[in-house]
């Protein structure tokens, strides 16, 4: 089974920058095709980002494009989301998930994902 772990959530102040990061361990599973999806209390689970296994290929969120750049180093088995110019209405859990190649339908989809992360906290304050 594979496990992604999800790191460096915090408070910054709007305008600030920040950088989590989601790390695969266990089964490696083939060509992962991984995502960034957020929930903000009271509402849904939202996508944010995704990118192709070669990192050649990537998707935003209308809200974040812009501001966030996802990028991945598959040595590390590591995916990250550079955050820039953070706003309050950022805030939220920020989750990591991932899947074996590439999605059937939209990689807007959480139900395109197989593998989750426990999520890591983003608060911006005003």
């Known amino acids: 089974q594979a496990q992604l772990v999800e790191s460096g959530g915090g408070l910054v102040q709007a305008g600030d920058s920040l950088r989590i990061s989601c790390a695969a361990s266990?089964?490696?599973?083939?060509?992962?095709?991984m995502g960034w999806f957020r929930q903000a209390p009271g509402l849904e689970r939202e996508f944010v980002s995704a990118v192709t296994w070669g990192g050649s290929s990537t998707w935003y969120a209308d809200s974040v494009k812009g501001r966030f750049t996802i990028s991945r180093d598959n040595a590390k088995n590591t995916v990250y989301l550079q955050m820039n110019s953070l706003k309050p209405e950022d805030t939220a859990v920020y989750y990591c998930a991932g899947r074996e190649g590439y999605p059937r339908e939209s990689p807007y989809y959480a139900n395109q994902y197989v593998y989750w992360g426990q999520g890591t906290q983003v608060t911006v304050s005003s």
């Open positions: 266990g089964r490696t599973f083939n060509r992962p095709f």
